[in-house]
């Protein structure tokens, strides 16, 4: 995991940035091409960032941080949108939490996170792993099923964290 800088404290955030619907006003002029109320931020990657004395942040973590005067080592997107950053959709997480509430895997076959085909059978497994530990569900000849059954899994062992697409 990449390095991040220290996020300068919740006064020097409040008395640069006014937050309104997930995104940061500039209250300060901050550059030549910049003015005051102008959204802060430019993409970089798949997440918007913001420079403040020539060192660049993440917005989610600055917006984080104004709410809630302090940052975790991972800040998570809820609803899985890096582009949105509205306080009711980051929340601090812990590497765990942060690795339940990934997307499926763009290689799924079956469609359903926690559902694989089993190579000899055609049938489909269903596995669902929580805190480093793979838990079985068992094999299922219908995929709707083994999809519902995974999402039960996830539900009981992922939960807050559970996501299902």
Known sequence: MAKTNSIPSQEVLHSLFTYKDGELYWKVKPAQRVSVGDIAGSMCDKYKQVYIKNKSYKLHRIIFAMH????SDQIDHIDGNPHNNRI??????TNSQNQLNRKIS??????????CVH?????????????GKDKYFGIYEDLELAGLVAKMA??????????HF
């Open 88 to 93: 009711e959709n980051v929340r601090a997480v």
């Open 119 to 131: 190579t000899q059978t055609g049938r489909y497994v269903v596995r669902v792993s929580a805190y």
């Open 154 to 163: 996830r539900e009981k062992y992922h939960g807050e964290f559970a996501r």
């Open 68 to 71: 809630n005067n302090y940052i």
């Open 106 to 115: 763009q290689n799924s076959k079956t469609g359903y996170k926690g559902v």
